[in-house]
């Protein structure tokens, strides 16, 4: 089992930066797929970013080329860097895990989530 703790939100002015942390307990983190998924305020849960436990990363398109996801597997920690934020950037942001070596954006595929951040960019 994996325990997740996310941290590094906060508010933001729009063109600004924030990194998010996401620790992770447990021995096996490297075998985990690790993802961020977001909710904003009346909109459903989205993928945002995932990584293999060797650092291949994939994303959704609105966030291409402004965040970068990232993992220390000796640290037990996986990083979203976001850039250039927006105010549609505004969620809360959630880190998940999940074994098996598929790719997904699909958030009932990763079983353990942590408890979110708050992330808040202003106009």
């Known amino acids: 089992q994996v325990q997740l703790v996310e941290s590094g939100g906060g508010l933001v002015q729009a063109g600004g930066s924030l990194r998010l942390s996401c620790a992770a307990s447990g021995r096996t983190f490297s075998s985990y797929l690790m993802g961020w998924f977001r909710q904003a305020p009346g909109k459903e849960r989205e993928f945002v970013a995932g990584i293999w436990s060797g650092g291949s990363a994939y994303y959704t398109d609105s966030v291409k080329g402004r965040f970068t996801i990232s993992r220390d597997n000796a640290k037990n920690t996986v990083y979203l860097q976001m850039n250039s934020l927006k105010p549609e950037d505004t969620a809360v942001y959630y880190c998940?895990?999940?074994?098996?070596?598929?790719?997904?954006?699909?958030?009932?595929?990763?079983?353990?989530w942590g408890q979110g951040t708050q992330v808040t960019v202003s106009s």
């Open positions: 998940a895990a999940r074994l098996g070596p598929r790719a997904s954006r699909v958030e009932y595929e990763y079983a353990y």
